[in-house]
């Protein structure tokens, strides 16, 4: 009887656990269901600026002529959308980037505003439509040809004010920082971005005086670093020129020293253009540069974005007192896209 009655026992408790179990789970399933239909979190309809959260303001540009755009508006925290519709208004406040260079210090960058005349906006004004739970976007603009290399750039976007509801204080200011300028180039040094040959003419060239050995003036565009150009004597007028079928943008060019003597290299010279081979714009001008290294190519990057037909690269001084003579493997120019 004993061992009867503890078999019913426990078979009664395994139905009652059972039922509990089934009981607890409906509730569970019906409380998810309702709670599905009505879901809130605690800063429901906080506002707030998603380029201020952590870097998604931070810009990689490519220094290149065409505009580079950024945007920027609020959103709508919580499960829920915009019941009415929300205007926003924002400002740029460069006073904020002296206390942004104090708190980040330690980076050792020391950041500058973005000139007036380098960036245009859209707009400060926005909104956010009922039902929405993001804002029209209002369009940061940026030519970065207009900025300088090596510098670092803040512009702060501060969310001033909105129609209806809260914003989140930590997150209403977006810091649009540009801290590097990407480059990508092309070498346009004996076609242009169709395919068309470039000419290429000099003012002096000792080749007929003796055999060429590789070191006329045409293998200064020959794009083989085992040749160069090579003058017995040095000229302060001289000169190399390439001329395009159809006015081409350089905004670029690189030097490439000779193999031997370093006095013989170009120190200084400046790259001039012209749209008609008379009047010429100097577009770049060195002084007093030397390369250490052998075979070493410099890249001379230029603010020009104008498109011109001839190049004329003057070389107005040499490592050797303007006397001697002067060599160099390669020149080559390039423009940026």
Same mark, same amino acid.
């Given at each position: ?46 506002? *707030? ?25 609020? =959103? *709508?925290?919580?499960?829920?959308? =915009? ?56 369009? %940061? ?11 670092? *750039?803040? %512009?702060? &976007? ?14 209403? &200011? ?12 092309? +070498? ?11 000419? @290429?003419?000099?003012?002096? +060239? +000792? ?21 160069? $150009? ?8 001289? $000169?190399?020129?390439?001329? $395009? ?8 060019? =690189? &030097? ?48 020009? &974005? =104008? ?23 390669? @020149?080559?120019?390039?423009?940026? $896209?």
């Amino acid at each position: 009887m004993n061992h009867l009655k503890i078999e019913f026992d426990t078979s009664i408790r395994k139905k009652i656990f059972f039922a509990l179990v089934f009981f607890i789970s409906c509730g569970v399933f019906i409380t998810g269901c309702v709670k599905n239909a009505s879901l809130y979190s605690p800063e429901e309809g906080l506002l *707030y600026m998603p380029q201020a959260y952590q870097e998604r303001a931070d810009l990689s540009l490519y220094y290149i002529t065409d505009t580079q755009t950024a945007y920027f508006g609020i =959103a *709508y925290t919580g499960f829920n959308s =915009a019941a009415k519709d929300i205007t926003a208004n924002f400002v740029v406040d460069n006073s904020l980037i002296e206390t942004y260079n104090e708190l980040n210090a330690y980076t050792g960058n020391v950041y500058y505003p973005i000139p007036d005349s380098a960036y245009s906006l859209s707009g400060l004004t926005t909104v956010l439509s009922a039902g929405k739970t993001s804002s029209q976007p209002l369009a %940061l603009n940026i030519l970065a040809h207009k900025l300088q290399f090596g510098t670092h *750039y803040l %512009l702060p &976007i501060r969310l001033l004010s909105v129609s209806d509801g809260t914003f989140d204080t930590t997150l209403d &200011i977006a810091y649009f920082k540009i801290d590097t300028l990407l480059i990508r180039s092309k +070498d346009i040094t004996n076609h242009d971005s169709t395919g068309a040959s470039t000419s @290429f003419t000099y003012n002096y +060239d +000792d080749a007929p005086s003796h055999s060429d050995n590789g070191e006329s003036a045409i293998h200064l565009v020959d794009s083989n670093y085992t040749t160069k $150009y090579l003058l017995f004597t040095f000229h302060p007028d001289m $000169y190399v020129q390439l001329s $395009y079928p159809q006015p081409t943008v350089v905004n670029a060019y =690189a &030097i490439t020293s000779g193999g031997d003597a370093q006095e013989r290299d170009p120190k200084s010279w400046n790259l001039a253009a012209s749209n008609d081979g008379t009047n010429w714009t100097v577009i770049d001008t060195q002084t007093n540069q030397s390369f250490p290294g052998r075979l070493q190519t410099i890249q001379f990057n230029t603010t020009n &974005i =104008a498109a011109y037909k001839y190049y004329r690269w003057n070389i107005t001084a040499n490592n050797n007192n303007n006397s001697g003579l002067f060599q160099c493997t390669e @020149f080559r120019l390039l423009q940026f $896209y």
